[in-house]
């Protein structure tokens, strides 16, 4: 766009806020950016010796710019974020954070069950979080339970059921981990007032369940019953312990979100601490790839939005170290000077830092020694899923068919995250008729790791079945025959949705999707799809040639494949005389090959 065009355009730019868009010379979305005043924002960008060089870029490839005028610049930062979002225009921020987390989960059900989850699922049910580590989730739980008596069992506790009779009270009751709803013990009332507490308790509001444990071991004194008093007060001085690992305590903040970033180069690293009720309950990092020169406040107010969607929060206070903007109007942005918030931003910037220097350590490491960043790669494979070792040694089994035609399966290997093709190895299924996905997955499990056991070659850590839960059920069920659970991990691979399913798990596991692990994983999976796919082919293209010869009348499979192992080609057979022919096949069939590919001689 020449200087004279921008000229003439710019007299139609409002002087409002809103959104405005840069698209090139095919139509295409380079930018979305907000405003207070969309004129003096887009005069900015062509202002003659003020721009960088990706700036000046951008600048050199608009063709078209289109606006829309928006109420305030809070409503501009929420379209602004859903176009971003939509359409991902090349010029824009990038925001590294594709990752799932973990819920937990208030059931819609009779007496509701709570318990961790990756999945919402819209059936009515209550879903507290996300976390960012289902570690600190599986350790709230934990904690939950010995102050929170919650069901743990699957039971179906209707009303009608209950009324019944048929259930008894379990372990959990005697262990006094539950009241055995199951068996008329506790009401629903009851029930729901814990479960009150629960939601209190992850909300970092400690007081209410302090209050009640208070006034219930005052209770149990005035009844002379000292032992359970005594166990209310253990409980209260347990909840005190926890409330006090917060490096802040105090609160008189209420709820709060905090974000830090700390530069590099042309990426920032930004950290949020949430802060409920003055106690720090998660915190979370993310990297931002910059695409132009935006500044702190930019990639903040995009990241404040993006975090509080995520993490649904509803804190009434934004900290930060720049003004931030806010799309609701009704969320204050504090700079903080001195005192508890400034506190709480210097422990925000140190995790920022954190996470800042260990990327330049994984950049530097794959840089500079792939094998460590190998060796890194699988760490991080062992943590993520939870190994407990490094799985130096990871085999990966997929079946391969076409229209039901030629089932063969298909193995690689690899060591010290490398392909190994030495040990890759091809199957033909021997044992199941017709197209059986899972009983072809038992028999080649079945056959592989019993030729290891065999030969006494040492087992994977870890075992890919490539197809999801019923695969996964149909190679343990090989495993346990040979007696090999337990001495490896095996995982399923849902197809398409990358979810690994371990067994007896009703949940899979969803991984970080830029992370090494899940690279790791694609690339094993896409490496047994191209193997298998080229053995399936070479199986399926003899198949074809030796149905050729079969078509002729008096020839068999077998003299069919006796003369492509020879001769290699059906081409090759069609050019032979009968006389070659008869000194392979014998004369009979020699001479219905011999007629079939010269007939009338």
Known sequence: MTPTSFKELQQGLPEQPGIYRYYDADGRLLYVGKAKNIRKRVSSYFTAGRNTRK???????????????????????????????????????????????????????????????????????????????????????????HHIQIRTCKLNLSPKQIAKGQYKPCLEYQLGNCRAPCAGLQTADDYQEGLSR???????????????????????????????????????????????????????????????????????FVNLLMVRNGVIIDTHSLEVV???????????????????????????????????????????CTIPRAGDRLRLLELSLRNAEYFREEHRKRRRL????????????????????????????????????????????????????????????????????????????????SRRYARLMRNGDPLPQLVIIDGGKGQLGAAMESLRALSLEGRMTVVGLAKN????????DSEPLRLPLDGDSLRLIRRIR??????????????????????????????????????????????????LSEAELREKIGPARAKAVFDHFHPGT
Request: glycine content about 4%.
């Open 366 to 445: 794959h840089l500079s020694d792939p094998a460590a960043g190998h060796r890194e790669t699988l760490a991080q494979l062992q943590a993520d899923l939870r190994l407990p070792d490094a799985p130096s040694h990871i085999e990966c089994f997929d079946n391969s068919n076409l229209q039901g035609s030629h089932p063969v399966s298909a193995m690689v290997c690899f060591r010290e995250g490398q392909p190994s093709k030495a040990d890759y190895r091809h199957f033909h299924v021997k044992t199941v008729e017709g197209i059986d996905d899972f009983a072809t997955m038992r028999e080649v499990v």
């Open 55 to 145: 700036t000046a870029e951008l600048v050199r490839r608009i063709h078209r710019i289109e606006f829309a005028i928006v109420g305030s610049e809070q409503d501009a930062l929420l379209l602004e974020n859903a176009l971003i979002k939509e359409f991902q225009p090349r010029f824009n921020i990038e925001l590294k954070d594709d990752r799932t987390y973990p819920y937990i989960v208030i059931r819609n059900e009779d007496f509701p069950r709570v318990f961790l989850t990756r999945r919402m699922i819209r059936d009515g049910s209550e879903y507290l979080g996300p976390f960012t580590s289902s570690g600190k989730v599986r350790e709230l739980l934990d904690f939950i339970r």
């Open 497 to 504: 949705e990358e979810l690994v399913f371990f067994p007896g």
């Open 198 to 268: 629960l939601r209190s308790l992850l909300k970092g509001n400690l007081n209410p369940v302090l209050q009640h444990y208070k006034a219930e071991m005052k209770r149990q004194a005035e009844n002379l019953d000292f032992e359970a008093a005594e166990q209310l007060r253990r409980k209260i001085e347990h909840l005190r312990n926890y409330s006090a690992r917060s490096p802040v305590m105090n609160p008189r903040l209420g709820d709060i979100d905090v974000l830090s970033l700390a530069d590099d180069e042309d990426r920032a």
């Open 526 to 575: 896409d490496e047994v799809h191209r193997f298998g796919i080229t053995f399936h082919r070479q199986v399926r293209s003899r198949g074809a040639l030796a149905n050729a010869l079969e078509d002729i009348p008096g020839i068999g499979g077998r003299t069919a494949a006796e003369l492509l192992r020879e001769f290699r080609s059906v081409k090759r057979i069609a050019a």
């Open 290 to 332: 910059r695409k132009l020169e935006e500044d702190a406040a930019e990639i903040l107010s995009q990241v404040a939005l993006h975090l509080r969607e995520r993490f649904r929060s509803d804190a009434p206070e934004i900290v930060a170290p720049v003004a931030v903007t806010v799309a609701d109007a009704r969320v204050r």
